[in-house]
């Protein structure tokens, strides 16, 4: 299948992915008047009087706005608000698909930190949460921060946290396979935006110590000229052997290799100047920064990358969906590190040790079980942590189905 092709086929077909469906009909004068005026006014007092009581009375409970300024959208760079609805509205049918939660496309027609952080900061009555999506380094850190401080439900910026939780689990599983723990391996990253940053600080939050970040000019370190002021903070927790030079350079010798750069980085001589058997994940789209072939051809153990005609395809849909069910049934005021881990490991237990191969470490996107065991390991972990806002829950039995204690 031509996928473009049929893409703008459906595209002009459907015109536009969301429908607004009510729950209810409007066929009688009673009908009217429960769902409308007058009967209205009650929940709207309700409200008035104890605010919290929008996420029974309304859809808030169960609603996230996707966020974006379309200067980031997938490969395609900075191509505006507009153009980055088709993208946001996919986003919003895969919240609903594989965990029942309702999602709206909102696309702020400004670049500026400080317009979009009030902008969202107005908004956030109407939601259980944000996701910030596509938005350019280095100010989706800024972005997030802030709003992540002002608002109280959660923020969470899908392209750095999502990829590193999906990133996390395949970990697990990958360095359970070449024979190896987190705390002992040393790790190159290539790539230092949004996806990398989170990725180095999540496997840090675990036990990882040594882990080298580059970027386009070479290896991060404490000191270095020219950096960001966010690759200049990772310079100063990451690299601790303080290895200078360019990709190559610091892959020699590393037992891991993950990648959110560019395409056609890391050559097949690149890997065989790894650790022996080390575990690559290639994850630049459409083209990964080394194809399987050549990595496995090169003596990688197993290798993981972003496309689907791949074996252990690492989609941040394996994270989002879920992540965001379990905090909104915990009514989470935040989603921190300790569900994020949940999350990855949840993802990672689906599959047994005794099925762990090269060929099989993470579940496939499409696998209907991933999503509710992330959300009830969120869940937990919202209520262990101690950011979720209900007294109680219970296992939900269906996709999409909301908790007792709301």
Not at 156 to 162: K, P, S
Not at 213 to 226: F, K, P, Q, V
Not at 373 to 385: F, I, L, R, T
Request: aromatic share 4%; glycine share 10%; proline share 6%.
């Amino acid at each position: 299948m031509d996928y473009a092709e049929e893409a703008m086929k459906k595209h002009y077909e459907w015109k536009g992915k969301l429908d607004i469906v009510p729950k209810m009909g409007i066929e009688t004068r009673d009908d009217l008047s429960v769902a409308y005026t007058p009967g209205v006014a009650a929940p709207c007092l309700a409200i008035r009087e104890d605010v919290s009581k929008s996420y029974d009375l309304t859809g808030r409970w169960n609603t996230v706005a996707v966020i974006t300024d379309g200067t980031a959208v997938l490969g395609l760079g900075d191509i505006g608000p507009e153009a980055g609805m088709p993208v946001m509205e996919g986003k919003c049918v895969l919240f609903k698909a594989f965990a029942g939660v309702d999602a709206i496309p909102l696309c702020i027609r400004s670049k500026d930190p400080d317009e979009i952080v009030r902008t969202v900061e107005l908004l956030a009555g109407s939601f259980g949460g944000i996701n910030l999506e596509d938005i350019s380094a280095p100010r989706c850190f800024e972005i997030e921060r802030r709003l992540k401080e002002s608002c109280d439900i959660p923020v969470f910026h899908d392209d750095q946290h999502g990829t590193a939780v999906v990133t996390l689990a395949a970990m697990i599983n990958a360095l359970k396979i070449s024979g190896r723990k987190l705390e002992g391996v040393s790790m190159v990253i290539s790539g230092a935006g949004a996806a990398a940053a989170a990725i180095a600080k999540l496997l840090m939050s675990i036990g990882l110590e040594d882990v080298t970040l580059c970027n386009r000019s070479g290896a991060i370190y404490d000191g270095r000229e020219g950096l960001n002021p966010e690759q200049a903070k990772l310079g100063a927790i990451t690299n601790p052997k303080g290895k200078k030079g360019s990709l190559a350079d610091v892959m020699r010798g590393a037992d891991v290799f993950i990648g959110v750069s560019a395409p056609g980085l890391v050559t097949g001589d690149m890997i065989r100047s790894m650790a022996k058997n080390p575990v690559i994940l290639a994850m630049a789209n459409p083209v990964p920064e080394i194809m399987p072939e050549e990595a496995m051809e090169a003596g990688a153990s197993v290798i993981g990358t972003g496309r689907s005609d791949f074996p252990n395809q690492i989609n941040n849909v394996l994270a989002f969906p879920g992540i965001f069910r379990g905090a909104l049934d915990a009514r989470a005021s935040d989603i921190n590190d300790a569900m994020k881990i949940a999350a990855a490991r949840a993802i990672a237990g689906l599959i047994p040790n005794s099925e762990l191969s090269p060929g099989y470490f993470i579940p496939a996107p499409l696998d209907k079980r991933v999503a509710p065991a992330v959300a009830e390991a969120v869940k937990e972990a919202a209520v262990s942590s101690g950011v979720a806002r209900i007294g109680s829950y219970r296992k939900s039995t269906r996709r999409g189905e909301i908790c007792e204690g709301r």
